[in-house]
């Protein structure tokens, strides 16, 4: 038998794992938003028209490769902070429905005061 105290630290930790798992895929799926988009694609504009003006590509690599860097760095910091909030909220979601969750014995009990008031009611009707 565990102890009572190791019960609800193991349950915490569930929580904490399922919170954690749903925030990184909330996370993962609004990294990328408009702004970065929009960033991304006037990166795109801007090295066309350089190549179109006849800049080498010496110059216009760079700013490429700097445009898609800082894409990559404010994804990944949008990313991170959504986490953050995403498993704020998940973890106190998860919280509020175990709270909500009858205990067993409770439960039993419900289940059988319900059954004798449908009885009583059953019977009174007859």
Known sequence: MQDKAEAPEQ????????????????SRNARWDLDVAVFLFAILIIVIILLFQG????????????????????GWRRGKQLY???????????????????????VAIEETIEEKVQKALRDRWR
Request: charged share 40%; glycine share 4%.
């Open 84 to 106: 953050e909030s995403f498993y704020d909220e998940e973890l106190a979601r998860l919280e509020r429905e175990m709270e909500k969750k009858p205990k067993p014995t409770e």
């Open 11 to 26: 349950d915490r930790e569930k929580i904490e794992k399922l919170a954690a798992k749903r925030a990184g895929t909330r």
């Open 55 to 74: 800049v080498s590509i010496e110059v216009v690599a760079p700013i490429a490769i700097f445009g898609l860097a800082m894409v990559w760095i404010v």
